[in-house]
C-alpha cells in the first residue's frame, strides 16, 4: 500500500481533558532509536526534527506534498532583492500562555544563526532580522536568496521570554547528552505540547488545546518510544503494544504483509546513503607515526569506491529496496542530473591496482564508523563493506554504534573524530544546494559551511560554485552550476555515495494516516485512530 494514498477525514478538535474518556485515542510509535533532544536550534537530524515539528512551529509549513503553506506568518513577498517581509499569525499563543509577537521571530532567527546551532544551515543567508510592528518581520539576505522560503520550514520558533527565563537564550552543543533546559523541556506554538520525556524510554506529546490551526488528528496522546532492536520492535507491533514502527526490518516485510490486523506502507525515500573519508589531518588516526593520511590522494578514493560492489549490497543486504546512486542526492530532488547518476565501475582488480600506484600495495588500516539504529541496515551494509575492502588488501576495523554516539563521533562537536564513517542526508530544502552547501563545502565554524561535512571535503571551485548557486536566481543558470559542482565532485571521489533506501512503515489497522511526505518522518497531526 502507497503512503501517499492513504486518506482520511478530517475531524473537530479534541481537547486535553478528552484524554482522561473512554474516546481517549492514544497513539503509540516506534523507531531505531531515540529522538537526541528538544532544542529547535540543535540536532539537525530526521527523527529529532520531526518531534520538534509536532512542538514548535516555523513561518512556513511545508505540507504532505511538499508543498509550501502558511504557518506562523499568513503571507510573505520581497520588498527587495535581499528583503522579504513577513506579516505574522495574530492570536497565537505559545504552550505556556504568553503571546506570539515579532519579538520572537526576531529572536528565534538569530538563535538559530548562532554558531552553536545544528540548524543555522537553514537560516545562513539571513544577516538581519528587523521588528517593523508587534506583527511584521523583514528578514535580510548578504545577498539574493532564490531559495529563502524553501529553508524557512526548519527555521522554529520559540519564546523569547522563556528562553531568556530559563537561561537557554543560545543554543549550546558538547554537554553530555545535551542536556540543557531547552533540550529537554519545550515551548513552542505547535499542535502538540510536551507532556513527559525520559531519554532512551519515551516522549510523551498531547494535543495543545489553543492551537490556532485546523485540527486533522482524532489523539488526546501519543506516545513515542525508541526500541533499538529490531526484533523486539516487530514483536511490539504484532501484539498491539505499539501502534506503529520504521523502519521494518526488510527480511519482516512479507511477514508482517501477511499478518492480521496489520499492514505494510512501502514507498521510495528522498535521502542518500553515502561514505565519507577523512581528507584533512595529515597522518590518519589509524595510522600513528606514519605521518600518513592515504585518503588525500584521489586514487584510494576511487579505489575505495570501486571496491564496493553496490549490486550485492542492494540485492542481498537490502533485499532489493535500495536504488543504487552515483549522486549525492536522489531523483526528486532540484538539481538531479540522471546522466551524473551513473556509478563508476564496481572493479577490484582496478582498486588494487590504485592502491599500488598510491603507494599501498599491501593497503592499510583504517576504522568504519557506523551508526546500528539510524538507517535502514546501516549495520548490516557495514558488514558487507568490510570484506569488500579486506579483498583489496584494506584492513578494516568496524565500529557500530547507537546514533548519537556515532554522531557525536563524526560531528563537529568532537572535531570530526573520524578516518572514514557512514552519514545519510535529504536536502531539508529538496534542492541540490543544500546538500552542497551542509556535505560538500568546505567546513568554516564561523560561516556554517560544510557543518556536516565530517571528512573535511574541499575544493575550491565548488566553493565557489555553491555560493554562487545560493543568490542565483536564474533557474537554468543556477542548474548549469549545480550539475558542474556535482561533477567536480564525483572527480574527487569527494565521497562514495551508495544508495536511496526505501520506506517501509508497519502499522495496526486501528490506524489512518493522511498522505505522509517521503522523508521517513511521521506527521503526527495527520494521524487518526479508528
Known amino acids: 500500500m502507497s503512503i501517499r494514498r492513504l486518506l482520511l477525514t478530517t475531524t473537530a478538535a479534541l481537547v486535553l481533558a478528552a484524554s482522561a474518556t473512554a474516546d481517549a485515542k492514544v497513539f503509540r510509535y516506534s523507531t531505531s532509536g531515540d529522538i537526541n533532544g528538544l532544542d529547535p536550534h540543535l540536532n539537525n537530524e530526521g527523527p529529532t526534527n520531526a518531534m520538534k515539528n509536532n512542538l514548535y512551529e516555523a513561518?512556513?509549513?511545508?505540507?504532505?506534498?511538499?508543498?509550501?503553506?502558511?504557518?506562523?506568518?499568513?503571507?510573505?513577498?520581497?520588498?527587495?532583492?535581499?528583503?522579504?517581509?513577513?506579516?505574522?499569525?495574530?492570536?497565537?499563543?505559545?504552550?505556556?500562555?504568553?503571546?506570539?509577537?515579532?519579538?520572537d521571530v526576531v529572536f528565534s532567527v538569530k538563535r538559530n544563526n548562532h554558531e552553536q546551532s545544528g540548524m543555522r544551515t537553514y537560516s545562513a543567508s539571513i544577516v538581519d532580522a528587523k521588528k517593523i510592528d508587534d506583527h511584521t518581520v523583514d528578514l535580510i539576505t548578504k545577498a539574493p536568496d532564490p531559495i529563502l522560503d524553501q529553508n524557512l520550514p526548519a527555521v522554529f520558533i520559540m519564546s523569547k521570554a522563556w528562553a531568556e527565563k530559563h537561561n537557554t537564550a543560545t543554543?549550546?552543543?558538547?554537554?553530555?547528552?545535551?542536556?540543557?533546559?531547552?533540550?529537554?523541556?519545550?515551548?513552542?506554538?505547535?499542535?502538540?505540547?510536551m507532556l513527559d520525556r525520559v531519554p532512551d524510554t519515551r516522549t510523551v506529546i498531547v494535543p495543545n488545546p489553543d492551537w490556532w490551526g485546523k485540527v486533522e488528528h482524532n489523539l488526546t496522546r501519543v506516545e513515542f518510544r525508541p526500541i533499538t532492536n529490531a526484533a523486539t520492535r516487530v514483536a511490539a507491533l504484532l501484539s498491539g503494544e505499539i501502534d506503529m514502527m520504521f523502519p521494518v526490518p526488510l527480511q519482516d516485510v512479507p511477514r508482517l504483509k501477511r499478518s492480521a490486523g496489520v499492514k505494510v506502507l512501502e514507498g521510495p525515500e528522498l535521502r542518500t546513503i553515502f561514505l565519507g573519508f577523512d581528507q584533512w589531518r595529515d597522518e590518519l588516526k589509524d595510522m600513528p607515526g606514519t605521518g600518513k593520511n592515504p585518503f588525500k590522494d584521489v586514487r584510494v578514493r576511487r579505489a575505495f569506491y570501486q571496491a564496493i560492489d553496490i549490486q550485492a549490497i542492494h540485492r542481498v543486504v537490502m533485499r532489493g529496496a535500495s536504488t543504487p546512486t552515483g549522486l549525492m542526492i536522489a531523483p526528486g530532488i532540484n538539481g538531479f542530473s540522471k546522466e551524473l547518476n551513473d556509478r563508476y565501475p564496481f572493479d577490484p582488480d582496478g582498486a588494487k591496482k590504485l592502491l599500488a600506484d598510491a603507494g599501498y600495495p599491501s593497503g592499510f588500516p583504517v576504522t568504519l564508523d557506523c551508526p546500528n539504529d539510524r538507517y535502514v541496515n546501516d549495520e548490516a551494509i557495514c558488514q558487507a563493506v568490510v570484506p569488500m575492502l579486506a579483498r583489496v588488501g584494506i584492513n578494516i576495523k568496524l565500529n557500530s554504534q547507537t546514533k548519537s554516539k556515532h554522531?557525536?563521533?563524526?560531528?563537529?562537536?568532537?572535531?570530526?573524530?573520524?578516518?572514514?564513517?557512514?552519514?545519510?542526508?535529504?536536502?531539508?530544502?529538496?534542492?541540490?544546494?543544500?546538500?552542497?552547501?551542509?556535505?560538500?563545502?568546505?567546513?568554516?565554524?564561523?560561516?556554517?559551511?560544510?557543518?556536516?561535512?565530517?571528512?573535511?571535503?574541499?575544493?575550491?571551485?565548488l566553493d565557489e560554485l555553491t555560493n554562487q548557486i545560493g543568490s542565483e536566481s536564474d533557474r537554468e543558470k543556477r542548474n548549469r552550476m549545480i550539475y558542474e559542482a556535482m561533477k567536480i565532485h564525483k572527480e574527487d571521489f569527494g565521497h562514495i555515495p551508495l544508495h536511496q533506501q526505501a520506506l517501509a512503515w508497519g502499522i495496526r489497522d486501528n490506524v489512518a494516516f493522511l498522505p505522509q511526505p517521503p522523508n521517513d518522518s511521521v506527521v503526527i497531526r495527520a494521524v487518526r485512530m479508528k
Not at 72 to 86: D, K, N, Y
Not at 414 to 434: E, I, Q
Open 171 to 193: 543554543p549550546v552543543q558538547g554537554i553530555v547528552g545535551n542536556e540543557t533546559f531547552a533540550n529537554v523541556n519545550a515551548n513552542g506554538t505547535g499542535p502538540f505540547r
Open 407 to 461: 554522531f557525536d563521533k563524526i560531528g563537529t562537536r568532537s572535531g570530526n573524530d573520524t578516518s572514514f564513517y557512514m552519514l545519510g542526508w535529504t536536502p531539508g530544502t529538496y534542492d541540490a544546494h543544500n546538500m552542497l552547501y551542509n556535505i560538500l563545502m568546505t567546513r568554516n565554524q564561523a560561516t556554517g559551511t560544510g557543518s556536516n561535512n565530517s571528512g573535511r571535503y574541499s575544493n575550491t571551485k
Open 59 to 103: 513561518l512556513i509549513y511545508r505540507d504532505y506534498e511538499l508543498k509550501l503553506q502558511p504557518s506562523l506568518a499568513t503571507e510573505w513577498s520581497q520588498t527587495g532583492p535581499t528583503v522579504w517581509r513577513f506579516k505574522l499569525r495574530q492570536g497565537v499563543k505559545f504552550h505556556d500562555g504568553t503571546p506570539f509577537t515579532a519579538d
